[in-house]
Nanobody
Framework: QVQLVESGGGLVQAGGSLRLSCAAS????????MGWYRQAPGKQREMVAT???????SYADSVKGRFAISRDNAKNTVYLQMNSLEPEDTAVYYC????????????WGQGTQVSVSS
């Protein structure tokens, strides 16, 4: 079972920045993709950003141009740089690792709270 540990959440004013980190218990290069998802109170969990092993990225329309996903293979860590934060970005942010094949993985972290005040 892959362990994912998120960190970096907190309270920030609108317009501010935060960087989330997701440390994996094994090599992140082995995963087909890793991503960040978020869930606000009373809403469904939604994709924020994903990064494939080949380096392709995708973003939710609401965060394009403001958020950036990246990785450090040596540290087995994926990051989410969040700039120009808005109150609507307030949510619990979760990291996910996904892999198909003989050793499939669909693991989630415990989540980290991001709160943006207006």
């Amino acid at each position: 079972q892959v362990q994912l540990v998120e960190s970096g959440g907190g309270l920030v004013q609108a317009g501010g920045s935060l960087r989330l980190s997701c440390a994996a218990s094994e090599s992140i290069f082995s995963f087909n993709s890793m991503g960040w998802y978020r869930q606000a109170p009373g809403k469904q969990r939604e994709m924020v950003a994903t990064l494939t092993s080949g380096g392709s990225t995708s973003y939710a329309d609401s965060v394009k141009g403001r958020f950036a996903i990246s990785r450090d293979n040596a540290k087995n860590t994926v990051y989410l740089q969040m700039n120009s934060l808005e109150p609507e970005d307030t949510a619990v942010y979760y990291c996910r690792a996904f892999r198909t094949g003989l050793a499939p993985v669909n693991s989630w972290g415990q989540g980290t709270q991001v709160s943006v005040s207006s």
